[in-house]
Nanobody
Framework: QVQLVESGGGLVQPGGSLRLSCVAS????????MGWYRQAPGKQQRDLVA????????NYADSVKGRSTISRDNVQNTVYLQMNSLKPEDTAVYYC?????????????WGQGTQVTVSS
């Protein structure tokens, strides 16, 4: 099994910064990608915030591009999301995920989520 433990969420004022961390453990021998999704209040779906592939390629949602940086520590199986210039619309529950490849199949695992609230 795979476990993901997130940390770093909280209450921050508009314009502030946060750094989210997510540590993966368990059967994670072949990671395809790690990253973050978020679910805003009142929304049913989770939206991609940022992800990083095993080759170092990164993707960002347009809404956070230029304000956020995703990075990964391959030894510690940890992914980080540095978020700057936070806006109230960044308020959401942020979920870490990891995509693991086993043979021909890919499996997504999710953390329990960490709340980020941007408010004055």
């Amino acid at each position: 099994q795979v476990q993901l433990v997130e940390s770093g969420g909280g209450l921050v004022q508009p314009g502030g910064s946060l750094r989210l961390s997510c540590v993966a453990s368990g059967s994670i021998f072949n990671i395809n990608s790690m990253g973050w999704y978020r679910q805003a209040p009142g929304k049913q779906q989770r939206d991609l915030v940022a992800r990083i592939f095993s080759n170092g390629t990164t993707n960002y949602a347009d809404s956070v591009k230029g304000r956020s940086t995703i990075s990964r520590d391959n030894v510690q199986n940890t992914v980080y999301l540095q978020m700057n210039s936070l806006k109230p619309e960044d308020t959401a529950v942020y979920y870490c995920y990891v995509k693991v490849v086993r043979g021909r199949y890919e499996y997504n695992y999710w953390g329990q989520g960490t709340q980020v609230t941007v408010s004055s």
